[in-house]
C-alpha cells in the first residue's frame, strides 16, 4: 500500500517570504507525484507534477517542487509569497493505476 | 468546455434518506472519479470508472453507497440510507487516458450535510 504524509496542516507566513511545504511518500513501487491546490470552496487545481525526467518542476506561478528518491519527498516551496497564494495545498502520488493518494493537506495562511 | 459540473451544490438532508449525487464529467474523459474530504479522514477515493465500468470500489465505506456510470457523459453517487457520518465534500473528478501526462480535472463538490 502506499501512503502520503504532510506533517504541517497549517503554516503561516508574512507575504512576500519564502516557503516550503513538506511532503513524503511511502510506497513499495515507482510513484508519479502531484501537488494539488483548493482554494475556498473550489475543487481541486493541479499545480505540478514530477512524471520522470529532471527531478526539479515547475509551476507558472512560481512554486517548485523537487523529487528526492533518496529521501522520498517531493517538498513544494516558493521564494516569495503573496496573498492569493493561501489554500490548501494537497500532495498525491499516483502508481500508475490512474487514481490519486492524497495527503491530509497543508493550510497556507499568507499574512500582510 | 464548462469543466466537470456536479450537483447540488449544497445538500441537506435527514438521517435515514437517500441522497443522489450527480456528476457530468468533461466531454472525451474516458476516466471518472469519486472522492470523499473530511476533516478527519482528508480526500478519500470512493470509486472509479473507466469507459464507464467500474474499476476499483475498495474506497466505497459500505453498502450503503453506490456509484453508477450509464454512460459517458454522466455519473452518480448514492447513499441509502444517509447517516450523519456521511457528512463531507464530495468531489467528482475526470481525466483523459493514455499516461499520466494528463491531469485529474476536479468539480467544485457537493457539500453533504445529513442531520
Known amino acids: 500500500a502506499q501512503s502520503v504524509t504532510q506533517l504541517d496542516s497549517q503554516v503561516p507566513v508574512f507575504e512576500e517570504a519564502p516557503v516550503e511545504l513538506r511532503c513524503n511518500y511511502s510506497s513499495s513501487v515507482s510513484v508519479y507525484l502531484f501537488w494539488y491546490v483548493q482554494y475556498p470552496n473550489q475543487g481541486l487545481q493541479l499545480l505540478l507534477k514530477?512524471?520522470?525526467?529532471?527531478?526539479l518542476v515547475e509551476s507558472i506561478n512560481g512554486f517548485e517542487a523537487e523529487f528526492n528518491k533518496s529521501q522520498t519527498s517531493f517538498h513544494l516551496r516558493k521564494p516569495s509569497v503573496h496573498i492569493s497564494d493561501t489554500a490548501e495545498y494537497f500532495c498525491a502520488l499516483d502508481t500508475g493505476r490512474r487514481a490519486l493518494t492524497f495527503g491530509s493537506g497543508t493550510r497556507l495562511q499568507v499574512q500582510p | 468546455d464548462a469543466g466537470v459540473i456536479q450537483s447540488p451544490r449544497h445538500e441537506v438532508t435527514e438521517m435515514g434518506q437517500e441522497v443522489t449525487l450527480r456528476c457530468k464529467p468533461i466531454s472525451g474523459h474516458d476516466y471518472l472519479f469519486w472522492y470523499r474530504q473530511t476533516m478527519m479522514r482528508g480526500l478519500e477515493l470512493l470509486i472509479y470508472?473507466?469507459?464507464?465500468?467500474?474499476?476499483?470500489d475498495s474506497g466505497m465505506p459500505e453498502d450503503r453507497f453506490s456509484a453508477k456510470m450509464p454512460n459517458a457523459s454522466f455519473s452518480t453517487l448514492k447513499i441509502q440510507p444517509s447517516e450523519p457520518r456521511d457528512s463531507a465534500v464530495y468531489f467528482c473528478?475526470?481525466?483523459?487516458?493514455?499516461?499520466?501526462?494528463?491531469?485529474?480535472?476536479f468539480g467544485q463538490g457537493t457539500r453533504l450535510t445529513v442531520v
Open positions: 514530477y512524471l520522470s525526467g529532471s527531478t
Open positions: 473528478a475526470s481525466s483523459l487516458g493514455g499516461g499520466l501526462k494528463t491531469e485529474a480535472f
Open positions: 470508472f473507466n469507459n464507464n465500468v467500474p474499476i476499483d
